[in-house]
C-alpha cells in the first residue's frame, strides 16, 4: 500500500492513505541505506495483522517498506515533497523585512519549491505601501496575495493556491501566519469540529513538524517557520542565479563570473540603471552576496 508521512517520532510513522491512517515502524533496513523517513515522504508499506500488531492501541499497524524519491527536501524543519513555501509578511506592526523575504525567496529557489508572497494585515497599511512591495514582486512574476487574516479577507485565494499542494509557512513573529492557518481550517467543512491545529499544538510537545490534511492530496505543514541557516549552502557565486529577474540581463555582463557588483559593463548594473531591476532587491543581493562571501571566506 502506499501513503504519505504525516507525523514522525523516533522510530515511529503516522502514514494517510485516502482511507485511513497507519502507526508504521521502520525497522532497522533504512538505518542501512542512510535514509530516514521523514513527514511528507512518500512511501510504501505493508498493514499488519492485528495479533501482530507492534503498537500499543494502535488499530491500524505497518511496517515500512519503501520510500519514494523525494521531490524536494528541506533539512529544517526536517521536510520532503513541500511543493509551496508562503513567505507572510506584514505590511505594519511588524514592518516588512524585505531582506528576509528576499534571503528565503533565493532559497527557495536554490530548493526547487515555488515560494508564494503573502501581505497580510493591509488593514492598518493607511498609506499603502503594500501597493510598492506588490509590484516589486508581481513585476518579477511572483505571486502576491493581499489579505486581512484577522477579518478573514483573502482566504479564499490562500485556499485556491493551496490545492492539491504540501504547502509550508514562513515569516518572522507576528505577521500572522497562526492567523492564516485559523482561518483556512475554519473554512474547510469537511475540517469543521474535527480538527483544530490550535487544540494539536497545545498537545504537541515534540518541535516535530506535522501535517495537516486541509482536503483532499491538500496538506499543510505546521512548522515555526524556516530557518535562514541553511542559506548558506549557496555558494555566493551561485547567488545571482535565485534572483529569478537577474538571469535575462547577465549575458551582457562583460566579464566571466562576474558578480554584478563592482564590475564595469555589467548587464544586471544596467538592468538596475534602466529601472528594470528593482534597488531594493538589487540592495538585497549585495547583502546577502557579502554575507555570503564572508561566511565563506572565514571557513579556511
Ligand atoms: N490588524 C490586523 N491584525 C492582524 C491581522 N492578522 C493577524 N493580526 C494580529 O496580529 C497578531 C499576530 O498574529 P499571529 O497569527 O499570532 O502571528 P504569527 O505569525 O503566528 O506569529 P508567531 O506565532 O509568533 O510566529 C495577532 O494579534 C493577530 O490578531 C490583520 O490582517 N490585521
Ligand atoms: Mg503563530
Ligand atoms: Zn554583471
Known sequence: MQGIIVEASTNLYRIKTNEKEYVATARGKFKSVDLTPVVGDIVDFSPLEKEHSIVENEENTAVLEKIHERKTYVKRPRLANITQIIFVLSSKHPKPDLLLLDKQLAFAEFLHIRPIIVLNKIDLDDKKQFMEISKIYENIGYKVIRTMAKMGEGIEEIEAILKNNISAFSGNSGVGKSTLINCLFKENKTLEGEISIKNKRGKNTTTDVKLYELDNNTYIADTPGFSTFDIYEIPYRDLYKYFIEFE???????????????????????GLKDGKISESRYNNYIKIYNELKDREDHKW
Open 248 to 270: 535575462e540581463y547577465v549575458s551582457n555582463c562583460k566579464y566571466i563570473g562576474c558578480s554584478h557588483i563592482k564590475e564595469e559593463e555589467c548587464g544586471v548594473k544596467e
